[in-house]
């Protein structure tokens, strides 16, 4: 899915940064790696809103009985 894409890219991300120890690339993992969070959070907020909406669907039906 698209969340544990995104989340393992954040783990390799993470391993970069602390492997990195030029300040322009640790700048520019620093940036994708922020990218890459807003990008889960915003993922994870609409998980969480399509969640709470269906918890709160209400299904209705009705049974006819038809008699010949």
Same mark, same amino acid.
């Given at each position: 899915s698209r969340l544990r894409n995104l989340e393992a890219a954040e $783990? *390799?991300?993470?391993?970069?940064m602390e492997n990195t120890t030029d300040l322009e690339q640790t700048m520019a993992v620093f940036r994708e790696l922020t990218r890459t969070r $807003? *990008?889960?959070?915003v993922l994870q907020g609409h998980i969480k809103f399509l969640q709470e909406s269906a918890s709160m669907s209400m299904i209705s039906v009705s049974?006819?009985?038809k008699l010949h």
């Open positions: $783990e *390799q991300l993470m391993t970069l $807003e *990008q889960i959070e049974l006819w009985l």
